[in-house]
């Protein structure tokens, strides 16, 4: 979702001060779903930074995509990634940091956690879903 105007505002204020000139920092709003494999693709790192989700499908999407992820611990996201990625408090800056950091100077975490949560995304595969769900049904 596109987020609150008081949010988003602060979110642009940040992106202002810290980058203007939107080397790092890049927010995409609403993408349309045949242009979101190219966004991953665009990207160098995936951060998840939702404090309350039921089923995160973005998270799995960046999963998917083989990026290494920055991720909020706030369950459910934990029992999705597992280790697949980085986990930080999505209410505490520093935090975040770390995790982005962490990520960045890390060459062999970075390759893991891209290929263990590629892995993982598997057990979400569309097509394997609805022939589970289709049988369980019967």
Do not use: W
């Not at 105007?5 to 920092?25: A, E, H, P, T």
């Amino acid at each position: 979702s596109p987020g609150t105007s008081f949010f988003m505002n602060k979110l642009y204020k940040i992106m202002q001060r810290y980058d203007s000139v939107g080397n790092f920092i890049r927010y995409n709003r609403l993408v349309q779903h045949g242009e979101i494999h190219k966004k991953y693709i665009e990207s160098n790192i995936a951060i998840f930074a939702s404090s309350c989700e039921n089923m995160p499908i973005t998270l799995i999407e960046g999963m998917a995509s083989g990026l290494p992820i920055a991720c909020s611990d706030r369950g459910p996201m934990p029992e999705v990634l597992q280790d697949g990625g980085v986990y930080f408090n999505p209410e505490d800056c520093k935090s975040i940091v770390f995790a982005i950091e962490k990520i960045i100077y890390n060459h062999s975490l970075r390759k893991y956690i891209s290929k263990r949560a590629k892995k993982l995304s598997n057990k979400y595969y569309q097509r394997k879903c609805y022939r589970h769900t289709k049988y369980a049904r019967s």
